[in-house]
């Protein structure tokens, strides 16, 4: 039997047609196309042999409305309705995609029928060359026996086709396009929804990002403005304090550095403390006058102290013993005789390099030696006391090593002082405080009943010799 199709009928081995719901049009276009075998070659489309010599294929065209009874058109789905207009977009849609789907298997069909048609024909014309050919235009262009309403070159029916499908794919991105627009959100798809919200949270990430960036820049700037701000009051600050010190130098001595530190007896809470403190030092030289009212032995005039180790620097007289130099708990006696009640000046130089160390009483050398604590740098951040000797830093005196008596001009330098300069100082022709501990009156302080006096003049000092 013979397949049934819309508008026409087929020969064997012929594929099916497009479903109803192709655009208007279309469907007289690809069914004008369609052949009906005749006069011989009715064999199966599995099995057909080769059509005997001189056999032709005749085409003739079938109306529209010539469908059988047994090809019912499928139902249309109804537009309008009772449906909102956001509903029928959607089904409209919906049905257009299907219709692009469909045209796409109708084209790959109708291909297939095109090559097997134009076989065919081929075949009609190879029979009686010219003549067959010249009698099937012939037949074509006669109006009750052709298809005078389509293309007849196969490649134009294929462009045909494929301009459908262009409009079709436009008319669903209009759709598409205003569903967007007239559409609630409320009514959008899940997925655009969840796409828009996804939007949402990062334009939020980043927002969040830039205001924690702006909140950095400006604690940034806060605490600059604030370190800033209290580097510039430290130093008003100590400023300030340098002035208050000189005026208050100035309204109780002459000269800042024009007095001296009592101890009138030997106690274990009479004492002075220097407000300084030293640094690492690889070499120093201390030089100081001093007066001392006690026998036998003048006590400690001073002593360094730092963590970990009690006696990094002192000098020391205790009992019937020399003066002692002590670095590190290393001892050197020094040649110095300065426990006869008068004002003498002494300056100690040592340096790390052999542990080398010079005593000078009253600007001459007395005594020279080495071997003192060789290489070993004296530590900074201790306590430099005045007139006692620490077991700790800062504390545990022993009032039996306490200095008695009056001292002045205590000076430290960073290193080894010439012989002449040191001379030029006892001598009085040079005045030269000390670059690490000078002697002056806001950098001692006085505890216990130890007391600052102005001193004697420098001339009245060598008198006392």
């Known amino acids: ?90 089904a409209t849609v919906l049905q257009l995609r299907e219709t692009v789907l469909q045209q796409k298997e109708t084209i790959g069909s109708q291909r297939e029928a095109i090559r097997e048609l134009t076989g065919k024909l081929s075949r009609c014309e190879g029979t009686d060359g010219k003549s067959a050919a010249g009698t099937w235009k012939k037949e074509m262009g006669k109006g009750k026996d052709t298809m ?15 301009r459908t499908m262009q409009t079709l794919k436009d008319r669903l991105e209009s759709l598409e396009h205003q569903l967007r627009a007239n559409v609630s959100y409320a009514a959008l798809p899940n997925d655009l929804r969840e796409m828009l919200q996804r939007r949402l949270g990062d334009l939020e990430r980043q927002l969040l990002s830039k205001v924690a960036e702006l909140e950095d820049e ?23 304090e340098r002035v208050s010190e000189l005026e208050k130098g100035n309204s109780a001595f002459k000269s800042p550095d024009e007095f001296k530190v009592s101890l009138p007896l030997r106690t274990n809470y009479l004492y002075g403390r220097i407000k300084k403190t030293l640094p690492e030092l690889y070499a120093f030289t201390v030089c100081l006058w001093l007066r001392s009212s006690a026998s036998p032995g003048i006590g400690t005039p001073f002593s360094y102290a730092v963590p970990g180790q009690a006696n990094e620097i002192v000098l020391i007289e205790w009992g019937n013993n020399p003066i002692e130099l002590l670095i590190n708990d290393k001892v050197a006696q020094l040649p110095l005789f300065i426990s006869d009640g008068k004002w003498h000046h002494i300056c100690i130089t040592w340096t790390t390099r052999d542990g080398m160390w010079e005593a000078f009483q009253d600007g001459e050398k007395l005594g020279t030696g080495e071997n003192l604590a060789p290489w070993h740098p004296i530590k900074p951040g201790g306590v ?33 002082l010439k012989a002449e300069d040191i001379m030029n100082i006892a001598n009085c022709s ?36």
Do not use: Y
């Open 1 to 90: 039997p013979v397949p049934c199709q819309r508008g026409g009928r087929l020969g064997p081995g012929l594929p099916s047609q497009p479903s109803p719901r192709s655009p208007a049009g279309m469907l007289p276009v690809v069914a004008g196309l369609l052949l009906a075998v005749a006069a011989g070659g009715r064999g199966s489309a599995a099995g057909e042999q080769e059509s005997p010599p001189g056999s032709r294929f005749v085409c003739t065209s079938l109306p529209l409305d010539a469908a059988g009874a047994g090809c019912p058109l499928p139902p249309v789905p109804m537009q309008g309705g009772a449906l909102p207009p956001e509903e029928e977009l959607k």
């Open 148 to 162: 005078g309403d389509l293309p007849r070159d196969p490649a134009q029916v294929i462009d045909q086709l494929s």
């Open 218 to 240: 400006k604690s940034l700037l806060h605490n600059e403005t604030s370190a800033h701000r209290q580097k510039t009051e430290t130093a008003l600050n100590a400023l300030l």
């Open 384 to 416: 430099l006391i005045l007139g006692q000797e620490q077991d700790t830093v800062g504390g545990r005196f022993d009032a039996t090593q306490a200095f008695v008596g009056e001292m002045s001009q205590f000076n430290i330098w960073d290193r080894v």
């Open 430 to 465: 040079t005045n030269m405080p000390g670059n690490i501990i000078p002697w002056v009156d806001n950098n001692v302080d006085v505890f216990g009943g130890a007391t600052k006096w102005p001193v004697e003049t420098c001339e009245e000092r060598l008198l006392d010799l």
